[in-house]
């Protein structure tokens, strides 16, 4: 051996990385656009793609509801959204509503178009539809503080009224 190294090789057989499955649920507010697959094979450490979200109306993706960075084990992540609201402007009045699942409108608030300060006086009518959506309800506190009004006329479609929804007029 006289001092020389002496050099082993051993053979490994090849050892399969540990995949995992990644499943994005995207909800019932929005569609996948472009971006990585719903469904999608990742090895052990790696990290998933994210899909590409677009909300419906009246919806708006805020964020996954977990880490898919560095996955260790087969996950669900599901797309959180916030419902936004709405507004236009019919006649003197800019009214405010959000969307429900199937596309009819809650009222949750109304000012005067016109001057944003004096606030709503005078006969209000609910109207039968915003932006073609149908007027279904109004919501919690959407006319609070409306003093000025005298008379406020309700269409039979609109089927919910919230609580305190016309407090303190």
């Excluded at 560095?70 to 969307?99: F, N």
Aim: proline share 4%; charged share 20%.
């Amino acid at each position: 051996w006289c001092g020389r190294p002496i050099t082993w090789w051993t053979t490994y057989p090849d050892v399969p990385t540990q995949k995992w499955a990644v499943t994005f649920d995207l909800g019932e507010h929005g569609a996948r656009t472009g971006g990585g697959e719903l469904v999608q094979e990742v090895a052990d450490g790696a990290a998933a793609v994210a899909p590409e979200v677009q909300a419906e109306d009246g919806w708006e993706f805020s964020y996954w509801d977990m880490d898919f960075s560095s996955v260790s084990g087969d996950l669900t992540v599901a797309a959180v959204y916030e419902q936004v609201e709405l507004e236009t402007t019919i006649g003197d009045v800019k009214w405010r509503y959000r969307l429900d699942g199937e596309g009819s409108a809650t009222i949750v608030g109304a000012d005067n178009a016109a001057d944003l300060e004096s606030g709503l006086a005078g006969e209000l009518v609910i109207p039968l539809e915003l932006d073609g959506h149908k007027v279904t309800g109004i919501g919690d506190w959407a006319f609070m503080f409306c003093a000025g009004l005298t008379s406020v006329t309700i269409p039979s479609c609109v089927t919910s009224i919230g609580r305190s929804a016309f407090v303190w007029c």
